[in-house]
């Protein structure tokens, strides 16, 4: 089965409210995770990245946060923007990139 | 070029075709990486190139996918004799580090394949 997997496959939420997206992974020998943006019809868009090695780390308007304990991962998008309407993947770096099935986040206005 | 580049964008293949998808990776990038993407699912890992080197193709779903780079920059993904369930959305990714070398990947726009 899947290593990387999201909580959500759906997320609704509010123009100007903060987005919280989850994902868990079960790999504990993973020591680097990737969250993507992809847009209708584009690739992957690189987001933000961690090492196993930290347990937050910022970007502008978005946070991830790592819960090794846990084996879980979360995007937070501050002041969530139309423009952020897109499925959002985690992803674990161990020799390659594995994917998980992705979240899809609808801004409403 | 400015970012990973592929071709074509859409392609239709009739079952038992050949078929060949073209990626031209971020110039200097040592890295380079073939995805599926199924409608609704995550990117699915098919195989790795280090320059030259094939050095991972674990996930290529059987012996009709063929993958090649033979100078180390443009990479080619062959699929012959193809299926119905060979479609979907071929996606390419470079970067600069290597292996676990901790470095973002690069995704071009993707190849969409229907298989009639």
């Known amino acids: 089965g899947e290593s990387v997997g999201l909580h959500l496959p759906t997320l609704s939420v509010q123009e100007g409210d903060n987005s919280i997206i989850n994902c868990a992974y079960s790999?504990?020998?993973?020591?680097?995770f990737i969250w993507y943006k992809q847009e209708s019809g584009k690739g992957p868009q690189f987001i933000i990245d961690?090492?196993?090695?930290?347990d937050k780390r910022q970007g502008q308007r978005v946070t991830v946060l790592l819960n090794k304990t846990v084996k879980h991962l979360s995007l937070q998008i501050a002041a969530t923007q139309p423009g952020d309407s897109a499925v959002y993947f985690c992803?674990?770096?161990?020799?390659?990139?594995?994917f998980g099935a992705g979240t899809t986040v609808t801004v409403r206005a | 070029g400015a970012g990973v580049s592929q071709s074509p964008r859409y392609k239709v293949a009739k079952r038992g075709q050949d078929v060949a998808l073209r990626c031209d990776p971020i110039?200097?990038?040592?890295?380079l990486f073939w995805y599926q993407q199924a409608l609704g699912q995550g990117p699915e890992f098919l195989t790795y190139f280090q320059n030259e080197a094939q050095l991972d193709k674990s996930g290529l779903p059987s012996d009709r996918f063929f993958a090649e780079r033979p100078e180390g920059s443009v990479s080619t993904l062959k699929i012959q004799r193809t299926q119905q369930e060979d479609s979907a959305v071929y996606l390419c990714?470079?970067?600069f580090g290597t292996g676990n070398i901790y470095t973002e990947a690069f995704f071009g726009q993707g190849t969409r394949l229907t298989v009639v």
């Open positions: 110039s200097g990038h040592v890295s």
């Open positions: 961690i090492r196993s090695n930290m």
């Open positions: 790999n504990s020998a993973s020591d680097y």
């Open positions: 992803a674990e770096n161990y020799n390659k990139l594995s």
């Open positions: 990714a470079s970067s």
